[in-house]
């Protein structure tokens, strides 16, 4: 009987079975933030203990750092505060940091790929619901909360309970103007928004084989979404290609032998799941989100649904989510009007997101009123966006061109909305004050849709903007 | 540590399916680098809006704002609560406003492991007993809810339903090992071989 590649990793990290029956899992790399680590490293101190792995453990800054002035001290005394307790708990402990000043800083999720730190067949943990990302690369990698932070920086273990796996195959091949984005929304307005739990998802099928690793990190990053607190994708060539030559790659010989580590820890042809679904890649359209969670979404050319359309026990929720939206049950989605536009966050602010936003916007201007806000996701990715001169393009058109971090998605940082303004954003939660104001309403869609929408001043089908086929980028 | 087997006081009906952690504790309460102090701004944004509309005569205060519901230990929710962000804030600040047990239809999987670590137990019934439950509570605020990990059950106002909860879950609050720290330094040779026999770790 095969195995799947959730079952190769939990056993190789298997340390022993805990009296309560959970397993104690080795974690191969732990991501540290200063937002849910300060806590942690306190409770280390009160109790005397090391940090067993710094080896193991890498430290960024992301939440709060503020994308417009980065100069020390950062204005914002709270953030600095923050920021100079990870730095004084990394120099406490050994552990490596990408700061500011290092060129590697940015979103946790988008610098440990970069960086080649996530790697296939590892265990990750991370202080942060989207470490699901890392997922991407056939890695299982769980978001966690302070106390487990604690656990792992104490024992570079985690006490787990075995997850069962559900394989997403999507088939086919996507139409024009589909993203990975528009993929995942449509899995979480399938399965809904707590479908996963108790899962990990194994994303397969052609098109996710056909995937750039960035897309993979696209649909990896959303599973949380969904409910499944990991989500990952077989590693194959598009894995160790994007790992060759990265920072912390093995190199030489050591690559090979890893490449040959790494394919092993694939699921098996003959591996057993313990559910299956499958989806038609051709039926999936632009999506965007219309409620207050992930799972509420539509196509962009179909009508908001009504309470009376969907099963008994989703109306409340469904009516709740209209009247804070203040949107009319069986209107078009298309042409809502946006008030700001935000293109960033773990989700979709790589360099291949900038380039498909940057091709609608070329020779265009943003809407009058609309406020656009392009907030790379790392550095590394400001730098090599900037020599393509996609900054200027941007620019050009309107939009704000920011420093790394996690910016509106969160809205931890002065980046925020006000009121009740709309905004069309490429994050990943559309949750009722996410983005900084009580009021404020997320329209959850790709970044080519969220550019189109800021050009257009409103909700709009990303497939009427997009440039005539050109290059094979081009679907 | 000490064993949870039984959490047993007045209890504060939350209702609604999929109220993330960002609803719980707004992210501009992360702002800080202890957790002293979060139960002030649970629910913050969703108080203040309920609130309002109380004040103007358009239904009644946020659960949270209720004097009603001061004191509970239990909290009463629907499905999927505590979703979204992993976010400790949410079940530490649940925990220090006085909550020591969660009844729901289900949880997010983070949520449910962060309370854990709490010594928090989230126990699962089903829609209709969870609606049962807060119907009872809002009657009569001062009904007394029983949980028991012992005969797994919540008794209220003299109904009593099955609850569920992970067998290693219920292990860790009846035996006290609710925080893992210990348990996990307990076998560093074992850690140290597992690592040892990792490719990445040795570099391959």
């Known amino acids: 009987m095969g195995e799947t590649l959730l079952e190769k990793v939990w056993r190789a990290h298997t340390v022993r079975t805990l009296p309560n029956g959970q397993t104690q899992l080795f974690i191969g790399l732990h991501l540290v933030h200063e937002v849910t680590s300060p806590q942690a490293f306190d409770m280390l101190r009160a109790r005397g203990w090391r940090v067993s792995r710094p080896d193991r453990t890498f430290a960024t800054v992301d939440h709060i750092v503020p994308t417009k002035d980065q100069r020390r001290p950062f204005l914002d005394v709270m953030a600095e505060d923050m920021m100079s307790a990870l730095e004084r708990n990394c120099r406490d402990y050994g552990i490596p940091m990408a700061d500011l000043s290092s060129g590697r800083q940015g979103i946790v999720h988008v610098i440990g790929p970069e960086l080649g730190l996530t790697q296939p067949g590892m265990t990750i943990a991370c202080g942060d619901s989207h470490t699901s990302t890392h997922g991407a690369f056939g890695a299982i990698a769980f978001g966690i909360g302070t106390s487990q932070v604690r656990d792992v920086l104490a024992s570079q273990t985690l006490a787990m309970s075995p997850l069962k796996v559900r394989r997403i195959s999507v088939e086919g091949t996507l139409g024009r103007g589909v993203y990975a984005k528009d993929v995942i929304l449509e899995i979480i307005r399938r399965l809904g928004v707590q479908g996963g739990v108790g899962y990990a998802y194994e994303y397969a099928g052609p098109v996710v084989e056909r995937m750039t690793q960035d897309e993979r990190m696209t649909i990896c990053n959303m599973s949380i979404e969904g409910g499944a607190r990991a989500g990952y994708v077989n590693p194959d060539e598009t894995t160790f290609r994007y790992l060759e030559g990265r920072p912390f790659s093995p190199r030489g010989d050591a690559f090979e032998r890893a490449v040959q580590w790494w394919a092993s820890m694939a699921s098996d042809r003959n591996a057993t799941y313990d559910d299956e679904v499958t989806l038609d890649g051709a039926t999936i359209r632009p999506t965007v989100t219309f409620g207050i969670n992930p799972g509420q979404s539509v196509a962009v050319d179909e009508r908001i649904p009504s309470p009376t359309d969907v099963p008994p026990q989703e109306r409340t929720s469904l009516a709740e989510a209209l009247e804070f939206m203040g949107l009319a049950p069986g209107a078009p989605i298309a042409g809502t009007p946006v008030d700001v536009a935000f293109i960033g966050s773990c989700t979709n602010a790589r360099l291949s997101d900038l380039r498909e936003a940057a091709r609608i916007v070329t020779g265009r201007h943003v809407a009058p009123r609309v406020r656009g806000l392009v907030v790379p996701g790392s550095q590394a990715v400001s730098h090599a966006a900037e020599r393509e001169g996609l900054d200027r393009l941007f620019r050009d058109a309107g939009f704000e061109w920011r420093g790394a971090g996690c910016s509106m998605c969160l809205a931890m940082n002065t980046d925020r909305l006000e009121g009740r303004e709309i905004c069309a954003s490429s994050s990943n939660r559309n949750f009722k004050g996410r983005q900084g104001s009580p009021t404020g309403r997320t329209l959850l869609m790709s970044p080519a849709m969220v550019a189109a929408a800021a050009i257009a001043g409103e909700v709009v089908d990303v497939r009427t903007m997009i440039p005539a086929p050109e290059s094979p980028a081009v679907r | ?204």
């Open chain 2, 1 to 204: 540590m000490s064993a949870v087997d039984r959490v047993s006081g007045r209890a504060l009906p939350m209702r609604g399916d999929s109220i993330d952690t960002d609803r719980i504790m707004p992210a501009r309460f992360l702002r800080a680098i202890t957790f002293t102090g979060l139960e002030a701004h649970l629910f913050e944004d969703d108080r203040r809006e309920a609130d309002a509309r109380a004040n103007a005569g358009n239904g009644k205060p946020h659960p949270f704002s209720d004097p009603a519901y001061a004191g509970a230990t239990v909290l009463l929710v629907n499905a999927n609560f505590g979703c979204g962000s992993s976010r400790e804030h949410a079940p530490q600040a649940l925990h220090r406003w006085g909550i020591r047990a969660v009844v729901g239809e289900s949880f997010s999987e983070i949520f449910f492991s962060n309370s854990v670590a709490l010594g928090v137990p989230c126990v699962a019934v089903s829609r209709d007993a969870a609606g049962a439950l807060m119907t009872l509570v809002e009657k009569d605020p001062a009904t007394i809810v029983d949980v028991s990990l012992s005969d797994m059950r919540v008794s209220a106002g003299g109904t009593s339903h099955p609850i569920a909860l992970p067998a290693s879950a219920r292990a860790s609050f009846l035996t006290g090992h609710w925080d893992a720290t210990g348990l996990l330094l307990r076998e560093p040779e074992a850690i140290a071989r597992v690592a040892g026999a990792l490719p990445y770790v040795t570099g391959f």
